[in-house]
């Protein structure tokens, strides 16, 4: 996700980061290359960006991009 969206902020595009409060503890995200919402819950984050997405990509991940993934496609 950190080559996305860098490739999209050098391209003078809006990037948009929206993370549960429990993934910055030990910086596990990483550097947020643009505007950064912090959330308290996962359920919280997939409502955000449901609300302020117009489309979304799913990179290869484990079972919770997975789950993220069809959230968003049953709630389409």
Do not use: Y
């Amino acid at each position: 996700m950190g080559c996305v969206s860098t490739a999209v902020a050098q391209h003078e595009r809006q990037v948009l980061g929206i993370i549960p409060s429990a993934f910055t503890i030990n910086n596990l995200v990483g550097e947020t290359c643009g505007k950064e919402i912090k959330v308290a819950t996962m359920q919280e984050r997939l409502v955000m960006m449901m609300e302020l997405s117009d489309a979304f990509i799913a990179l290869p991940g484990g079972f919770g991009t997975l789950e993220e993934l069809f959230q968003m496609i049953s709630w389409a």
